[in-house]
């Protein structure tokens, strides 16, 4: 501690009633964004999608918002079931009623040869002998065909909501915190680094 530094304490100490002077830490007030309103939003979603198509999945509101943040976080849906405390195909019909598709979304069956029969009024155990699959596949190839044609109806609109929203939070976050850093390496600037040894 230098002379300045010294008597600059001293008279702090004279002035002030405390016995300290060390500035007492108090919490951060919070961020940009809280996570309950990401929830909210999400909820609003998929509540406005409910009420527009009906779902087929009996998931209440707050684990599909749970769905939704996983699937954009790339996680399976074993990986989600497991989170959630649900089973893969109960994941799955939730993202179908979400509108929420993956690129490589696997049924085990061709879709273009099983499209040409869907409009024909054939049950998936008939289809399935046709394309030669087994009935189960058809019926997840048929509600992936399905979800397909519903989010394009709608211009994938719900998915670009989900997608802003949480864009929307994850950049928030990120601004929180660099400004968190800048403001630390700011005040690490005037601390006094010439230390003898």
């Known amino acids: 501690m230098d002379e300045k530094t010294e008597q600059l304490r001293d008279i702090f100490m004279e002035v002030a009633d405390e016995?300290?002077?060390t500035e007492t830490q108090t919490e951060q007030r919070g961020s940009l964004v809280r996570a309950d309103s990401v929830d909210d939003r999400l909820a609003d979603v998929i509540e406005r999608m409910r009420d527009r198509f009906g779902f087929e999945t009996d998931l209440e509101t707050e684990r599909l918002c749970a769905v939704v943040q996983q699937f954009y976080d790339g996680d399976t849906d074993e990986e989600t079931a497991e989170a959630i405390g649900v089973s893969p195909d109960d994941v799955f019909?939730?993202?179908m009623d979400l509108h929420l598709l993956r690129d490589d979304e696997g049924t085990g069956v061709d879709h273009a040869p099983l499209r040409e029969h869907l409009g024909d009024g054939l049950s998936d155990t008939e289809i399935a002998a046709?394309?030669?699959a087994e009935p189960g596949q058809v019926t997840r190839a048929r509600?992936?065909?399905e979800t397909e044609r519903r989010a394009r109806r709608v211009s994938h609109r719900f998915q670009t909501e989900f997608e802003e929203i949480l864009v929307d939070a994850d950049v928030a976050v990120q601004f929180t915190a660099e400004m968190q850093e800048d403001g630390l390496e700011e005040a690490a600037e005037d601390i006094e680094?010439?230390?003898d040894f």
Do not use: K, S
């Open 19 to 21: 016995g300290t002077v």
């Open 93 to 95: 019909e939730a993202r």
């Open 130 to 132: 046709t394309v030669g």
């Open 143 to 145: 509600r992936v065909i």
């Open 193 to 195: 680094t010439d230390v």
